[in-house]
Every structure is written in C-alpha cells, then in structure tokens.
C-alpha cells in the first residue's frame, strides 16, 4: 500500500476538497510516489486521516473510478488501474475550431478514454492546408485518427470536403479512422463515424418546440453567411423547410446588426455567440421581455446558454464524445446519426 504517500488537502483553497484527493492521487502517480497496481487507503481510512466526511472521499474515487484511474477489487480494496502501456491506444483528435462546444466533446472523449488511451489535439481552423499538413506529418504515427471535417472555401463559405481532402483521408486505413460531428458517404471502405444531420436535426429540434414557437408573429434565423469558421447550410435548409411546412412567416439574417429593429412577437435563432449577446443586450436596452416580447433560440448547448435560461437546439456532445470513445476502444465502424435534443428555458 502507498503508506508513504500523503494526500494534500488546503483547508483555505476554494478547489473543493474532493478535487483535491483527485488531483494528490494524479500528481502522485505522475511523480512515481504511487506506482501502478498498488493498493491505495480505503474510503474510511482516507476518510479518517485526512479529517475528511466519508462523502467527500467517496466522490473523489468515484472520479477516479469514472476515469478509469483506480479499480475496486472486492473484498480487497481500492488499486491503481494496471495498464499495460503497450495497451495504451494514441489517438490523433483534429478539429476544425477551439469553440466551447467543440472543446466540451475534446473533454468528454477524453475523459472517457481515461487511462486507456493518449489523446493528442490538434486544430485546423477549418482551412483545407492546415488540415493537410496536420496530417500528413502524423500519418502513421498514431493508432487511430479522430476527425472533424469542416472548411471553409473560396467564399468563405462551408463545405464539408473538398477533393485533397477526401484523397488525404483516404491514406488513412479506415480501421484507424473515426469521423465525428460531420460525415463525407463518398469516402471509400468502412469506417466509423458519428455525425449530425444538419438539416433534418434542426427541423425535428423546432417541431418540438412548435406550440410555443406559433405564439410569435415572424421567426428570425441569424445564419452568418461568410464566416473563418462557417456553418453548414444544411441548417438553412431544414429552418426553411420547418418554417414552409408550417407556415411561419419567417427572415434569414447574417448577423444581429447594431440597432436592430426588433418588433414585438419576434423570435430569433442564433447560431454564433457573439450574436446572441448582442441580441440580448438590445432587448434589455430597449426594455423588452425575453422569453415574452422576444424570443430567444440558440444554436449549441454551452454551460453558460443554460445559466442564463436560454432556450437551445443542440446536438447531445456527451453522447458524441463517449460514443466516440467506445467505437474507438472497440473498434466499431458504425454509422451513428447524434443525439439532437430541443431544450426549452425561460427565453421562449
């Protein structure tokens, strides 16, 4: 057992204290203190060293447990996870943007991998020569390639792929390639892939919020048009398509200009961050009610969206991420359409 290894716990920081053994335990294993397969204290005896509530330990090896640093053995107790690292799996993670979105599935992918796998991020900013040259510097350097593809062409405008791309991807052997968020069908042989549809996501994601969506006079979607990092317009057409079949009179927007004139019963979708902050700020310098005068739909869940009680459309980055990270682990080549969940809040 790590007799000698001592769990730091400051009774003036602000990092709750469960955190604290989390990261004692981490940084102990990194320093060689503790070593793998050794036994580690008992919730109870950690509990009672370090004058901690039991509740509190608990929750730090459940943790640990989750991110496959520890392993309970019954009977016997709590160990460091055995990992063979020749077991260990070396993953290449490039995506297109440093969003929070897309760094919140980085971290769940991460977090889900655990012990298990070394994962290694890069970003390409949507552009076709970054992208390239990402990857043919690590082209069989790794033990799997996690790819988003978007880009950006001449237009500044979206595209999921373009011919140097897919004949990049293609030197990839498809049993070490995971497509994520987006999907490419022409890409030739079997490969794993998890990706939203756009256009049919954002249909089905407003049709749930329908009854209360019919309680405003015009639907506004702020679709930035030309962007560095461009959406997919897979999501104008599925907003036209909802709007067509219901018949709601209906705007597209580039942005949310200065001085907007909103109206009331008005009821935006945003998309960038930018522009709902903006938009927000105009309703409350004007006085008007969120979620009454205006309405409010954003585009891609964020932590803070839901502080705020903004009302999203989003596809579920958890389940991406942690699906991702199964397929990876299995080596599973399905083809998964994500989660896409209507979340209501007080801004409709």
């Excluded at 048009?225 to 018949?247: N, Q």
């Excluded at 935006?268 to 969120?290: A, G, P, Y």
């Excluded at 990876?328 to 007080?346: C, G």
Aim: overall charge neutral.
């Amino acid at each position: 057992m790590a007799e000698t290894f001592e769990i730091n716990i400051n009774e003036n920081s602000r990092v709750p204290k469960y955190k604290q053994i989390v990261d004692s335990i981490l940084n102990g294993i990194d320093g060689g203190e503790i070593k793998i397969g050794e036994k580690i204290p008992s919730i109870n005896e950690l509990s009672e060293s370090c004058f901690l509530s039991r509740d509190t330990v608990e929750k730090a090896y459940k943790e640990l447990r989750k991110r496959q640093i520890i392993e309970s053995v019954k009977g016997k107790g709590y160990y460091i996870s055995r990992i063979n690292k020749n077991d260990i799996i070396n993953i290449f993670f490039l995506i297109n943007k440093p969003s929070t979105y897309k760094m919140m599935i980085y971290n769940y992918f991460v977090n889900a991998i655990g012990t298990k796998g070394n994962v290694e991020m890069y970003i390409y900013h949507c552009d076709e020569t970054l992208f390239i040259n990402a990857l043919k510097k690590n082209l069989g350097g790794f033990d799997y390639y996690v790819i988003m593809p978007h880009f950006r062409d001449e237009q500044s405008k979206h595209t999921s792929s373009t011919k140097e791309v897919i004949e990049m991807i293609e030197k990839i052997p498809k049993n070490k390639l995971l497509l994520l968020d987006n999907t490419k069908p022409n890409i030739s042989g079997e490969y794993g892939t998890i990706f939203q549809d756009f256009e049919h996501d954002i249909y089905n994601a407003l049709k749930e919020g329908l009854e209360k969506i019919k309680k405003y006079e015009k639907i506004i979607l702020v679709y930035p048009d030309k962007s560095i990092h461009p959406y997919p317009f897979r999501i104008v057409r599925g907003f036209e398509k909802f709007c067509e079949d219901f018949k709601l009179d209906y705007e597209i927007l580039d942005e949310i200009y200065p001085d907007m004139e909103l109206q009331d019963k008005d009821i935006f979708i945003t998309i960038r961050e930018r522009d709902l902050v903006n938009l927000v700020k105009q309703i409350r310098q004007k006085n008007l009610e969120l979620g009454k005068d205006i309405g409010i739909i954003s585009y891609n869940e964020t932590p803070l969206k839901e502080l705020l009680g903004i009302t999203v459309i989003t596809t579920d980055f958890k389940a991406m991420a942690e699906s991702a990270a199964y397929m990876v682990l299995k080596n599973k080549k399905e083809q998964v359409n994500n989660v896409f969940k209507y979340i209501e809040r007080d801004s409709l």
